[in-house]
Nanobody
Framework: QVQLVESGGGLVQPGGSLRLSCAASGNIFSIGSMGWYRQAPGKQRELVASITSGGPTNYAESVKGRFTISRDNAKNTVTLQMNSLKPEDTAVYYC???????????????WGQGTQVTVSS
């Protein structure tokens, strides 16, 4: 079994910054793509940013230039630095990772429990 544990959410004023972190632990042989998704009330979950094990990143258009995703492969962690936050960034943010637990195993997708980010004055 694999666990993803997020930290770093909270309340911030518009224009402020927050840093989200996610640590993967458990039965891990290799981690492929890691990423952050978010879900606002009444809306579908959407991709915010993702990063492969080799480093290439992908961002939602709405966060480009404001958010930065990074990872530490040695520590099995992924971080989302969020700057210039807007009220529309308010959502529950979920960590996501594709993991194999043994050599020649299939890739499985795991999710964290979610962390609330609220941008409000």
């Amino acid at each position: 079994q694999v666990q993803l544990v997020e930290s770093g959410g909270g309340l911030v004023q518009p224009g402020g910054s927050l840093r989200l972190s996610c640590a993967a632990s458990g039965n891990i042989f290799s981690i492929g793509s890691m990423g952050w998704y978010r879900q606002a009330p009444g809306k579908q979950r959407e991709l915010v940013a993702s990063i492969t094990s080799g480093g290439p990143t992908n961002y939602a258009e709405s966060v480009k230039g404001r958010f930065t995703i990074s990872r530490d492969n040695a520590k099995n962690t992924v971080t989302l630095q969020m700057n210039s936050l807007k009220p529309e960034d308010t959502a529950v943010y979920y960590c996501n990772a594709d993991v194999i637990s043994r050599r020649y195993d299939i890739w499985r997708e795991y999710w964290g429990q979610g962390t609330q980010v609220t941008v409000s004055s």
